[in-house]
């Protein structure tokens, strides 16, 4: 069964930056197309970026300009770096395939963007 483990989230200030991490248990970064999704209190989950396998990315348009996705294939690890951070970005943020595979879900982390 894979794992996703994400790390990296905390508390921080509106206009602060964070550095989301995703370990994977196999190499899923090589061959399936790796997103970040995130779930805030009261809200349904929704997709906040991808990336495929040869590095095309996608965003909401809530975090363009804002939110970068990458990957490291030797590491299988997948990256958020979340600048310029509002309120409305706290929630729970998930790493998953996309589409998401539900056996896969991880326990995410949580971010939260308070003064």
């Known amino acids: 069964q894979v794992q996703l483990v994400e790390s990296g989230g905390g508390l921080v200030q509106p206009g602060g930056s964070l550095r989301l991490s995703c370990a994977t248990s196999?190499?899923?970064?090589?061959?399936?197309?790796m997103a970040w999704y995130r779930q805030a209190p009261g809200k349904q989950r929704e997709l906040v970026a991808s990336?495929?396998?040869?590095?095309?990315?996608n965003y909401a348009d809530s975090v363009k300009g804002r939110f970068t996705i990458s990957r490291d294939n030797a590491k299988n690890t997948v990256y958020l770096q979340m600048n310029s951070l509002k309120p409305e970005d706290t929630a729970l943020y998930y790493c998953n395939r996309r589409p998401p595979v539900a056996i896969d879900w991880g326990q995410g982390t949580q971010v939260t963007v308070s003064s």
């Open positions: 196999r190499s899923l970064v090589n061959f399936y197309i």
């Open positions: 990336i495929t396998t040869t590095g095309d990315t």
